[in-house]
């Protein structure tokens, strides 16, 4: 009996060591997923091939593992080391450097690297046009896979517990030891600690995780009132994104651009003859012509009269983007002075037909950018008050391949963002 019992007690133990290090591997594949995006998601896709080579498979292309990390920090040490593939690389994608990485360490690019093999081995997702992987929805059905596997794991246990208490009193009667009346499962010290632990822990980490989600809206993708599509505009027409929103270059505000900016063009095209077929969220085929049509309403124009546009009336578009009211946040200075591409914060901005959100905008994301990215620091006059370390690139002392990095210029300083 007591051996059955010891077992119960370890089966116990075991199950709560397992949940927990459940968690913390959650934990980590987040961790992986948001250092991807603040990092990598600018230059490249999992599955697709971008600015850089698509990153499916990337550790079992490197031969050395140690390489692989060595390249992510400092691309162009390891370049001119002479390792043959990191040069024939180079060479492939027109000699162009890749960004280098020095403060990722170790175990943040391993936890980049796990992201990247998880999203990669997913179930490609149904009920989208193009087929493309929901690596949410895997994220999903895993939860509640282990979710099914903890409730059945502790059923198992409570089973067992209650069969060892039945055994222990046969045994009892059967040896004339006088039994002691059994204590209800809910009057149990043992049982109710057990409960309470596991509640506490729960409970906290989906409370915790909660409060830090708490007015994030990562993937919001809202209804419009006109079926915009970027992926036609931005995309298969090549407008330039500074065309609509053309206050990103010299305001804090990007803006969303008006009625007349849309009719310098569609007082021309009245109708969608694109080849390639719009889908809105739900996977449903859109009527260009109609949306143009919307256009129309809005502005007061009727095709084949002159314009008056005085009658036109703004359209209430939904805001995606939405920062707190006490971060600030400088479309101009990212445009313009950093030479930020639009793809870092937003996206592929050119392949979606309705935005949505892409990164999170929360404060740690932002603040891994600004250790990592690289600012175009040489002969950019709105870095000239920063003397010294124009001279430290004249004279060798800092390190050319490093460069100057946001953070070295005060971009991690809390007054940088919030008022």
Not at 73 to 90: D, E, H
Not at 91 to 115: S, V
Not at 355 to 379: E, P, Y
Request: glycine residues 8%.
């Amino acid at each position: 009996m007591i051996h059955l019992s010891r077992f119960a007690g370890k089966l116990i133990f075991g199950f709560t060591l397992a949940f927990i290090l459940q968690l913390g591997n959650g934990a980590f594949a987040q961790d992986g997923k948001a250092l991807f995006s603040a990092n990598c998601a600018s230059c490249h896709a999992v599955s697709k091939k971008l600015t850089g080579p698509a990153l499916a498979g990337v550790e079992d292309r490197w031969p050395d593992k140690k390489m692989l990390h060595a390249w992510i920090k400092n691309n162009q040490a390891v370049i001119k080391s002479g390792y043959p593939y990191a040069v024939n690389l180079y060479n492939e994608y027109n000699k162009t450097p890749m960004n280098t990485f020095p403060n990722l360490t170790d175990a943040e690019i391993d936890a980049i690297l796990g992201y990247i093999n998880k999203t990669a081995t997913a179930t490609p997702a149904t009920g989208t046009p193009g087929g493309e992987v929901s690596a949410a929805a895997a994220e999903g059905d895993n939860t509640l896979l282990f979710g099914i596997l903890t409730l059945v794991l502790a059923v198992v246990a409570f089973i067992l517990l209650q069969v060892n208490a039945n055994l222990r009193k046969l045994a009892d009667d059967k040896d004339g030891i006088p039994a002691h009346e059994p204590v209800p499962f809910w009057r149990n010290k043992t049982y109710i600690a057990f409960v309470a632990v596991i509640l506490f822990l729960v409970g906290g980490f989906f409370t915790v995780k909660g409060a830090i989600g708490l007015g994030r809206t990562q993937s919001y993708e809202p209804k419009q009132p006109i079926f915009y599509s970027h992926k036609v505009h931005a995309g298969i027409n090549q407008i330039n994104c500074l065309y609509c929103h053309g206050n990103a270059q010299e305001s804090k505000q990007a803006t969303i651009p008006s009625v007349n900016v849309c009719m310098n063009c569609h007082l021309a095209i009245n109708e969608y003859s694109g080849k390639e077929k719009l889908y809105n969220a739900e996977g449903e085929e859109v009527n260009g012509t109609a949306e143009i049509q919307k256009l129309y309403k809005y502005a007061g124009y009727t095709p084949g009269k002159p314009w008056d546009a005085s009658k036109a009336t703004p359209i209430e578009w939904t805001r995606i983007h939405n920062l707190p009211d006490h971060v600030y946040f400088n479309h101009s200075q990212h445009v313009m002075a950093g030479k930020v591409q639009c793809q870092t914060c937003h996206g592929e901005i050119n392949k979606m037909d309705e935005v949505k959100q892409f990164a999170d905008l929360s404060m740690g994301w932002c603040i891994n950018c600004h250790r990592t990215t690289q600012v175009q620091f040489k002969d950019n006059g709105y870095y000239s008050i920063f003397e010294k370390y124009h001279e430290q690139l004249k004279n060798g002392k800092l390190d050319s391949t490093k460069g100057v990095t946001v953070e070295m210029i005060g971009g991690t300083e809390c007054q940088k963002c919030h008022y």
